[in-house]
T-cell receptor, first 117, second 114 residues
């Protein structure tokens, strides 16, 4: 149980285009999902907290107009990188917290590697 | 503010020997503590967590961790390391008070040598 999927697993795009990444909780409902960014050989940097049915909460320094987050259902959150540039190239990881779990155990997706040319 | 420290960037251990990956934390209230493992180009896999109760927590793949409140530590251990345990390990903490997000350590790379 507690499986989280991400799609796509990798994407290459041209500078200036937008890319959408999906995060799905496959066997549980998740009121809250999280989006992280990980640079090579570094820890995870929390970008935003996504709450179903409401606006995402962005961490300081993360541009909300560039990284659009939508959490339209209890099993799906999407991250759209708008007008992507090479500096946006990174490994993006989502996680989901089961709605019934008060201890904040998060289950992570396999990640999406974005390369912007 | 809450924080996590993983003092070792790299830990090397011979296969069959016991391993320890260190983690210390700082929170205002009481902690929820977690260990995750990451294999190359993959997301994080949940290993174990401490919420309350017994200080020794047993998790997946034979790993365990001991919560030590006086030393504010939550070291990850395994009695006998396997080559397949080689990966990046992250400790994370969340304060039980308030709706704060998980805070991750910078990670420790474990290499188990045959």
């Amino acid at each position: 149980g507690a499986v989280v999927s991400q799609h796509p697993s990798w994407v290459i795009c041209k500078s200036g285009t937008s890319v959408k990444i999906e995060c799905r909780s496959l066997d549980f409902q998740a009121t809250t999902m999280f989006w992280y960014r990980q640079f090579p050989k570094q820890s995870l940097m929390l970008m935003a907290t996504s709450n179903e049915g409401s606006k995402a909460t962005y961490e300081q320094g993360v541009e909300k107009d560039k990284f659009l987050i939508n959490h339209a259902s209890l099993t799906l959150s999407t991250l759209t990188v708008t007008s992507a540039h090479p500096e946006d190239s990174s490994f993006y990881i989502c996680s989901a917290r089961p709605s019934h779990d008060a201890t904040d155990t998060q289950y992570f997706g396999p990640g999406t590697r974005l390369t912007v040319l | 503010a809450q924080s996590v420290a993983q003092p070792e960037d790299q830990v090397n251990v011979a296969e069959g020997n016991p391993l320890t990956v260190k983690c210390t934390y700082s929170v205002s209230g009481n902690p929820y503590l977690f260990w995750y493992v990451q294999y190359p180009n993959r997301g994080l896999q949940f290993l174990l967590k401490y919420i309350t109760g017994d200080n020794l927590v047993k998790g997946s793949y034979g790993f365990e961790a001991e919560f030590n409140k006086s030393q504010t530590s939550f070291h990850l251990k395994k009695p006998s390391a396997l080559v397949s345990d080689s990966a990046l390990y992250f400790c994370a903490v969340r304060d039980t008070r308030g709706n704060t997000p998980l805070v991750f350590g910078k990670g420790t790379r474990l290499s188990v040598i045959a």
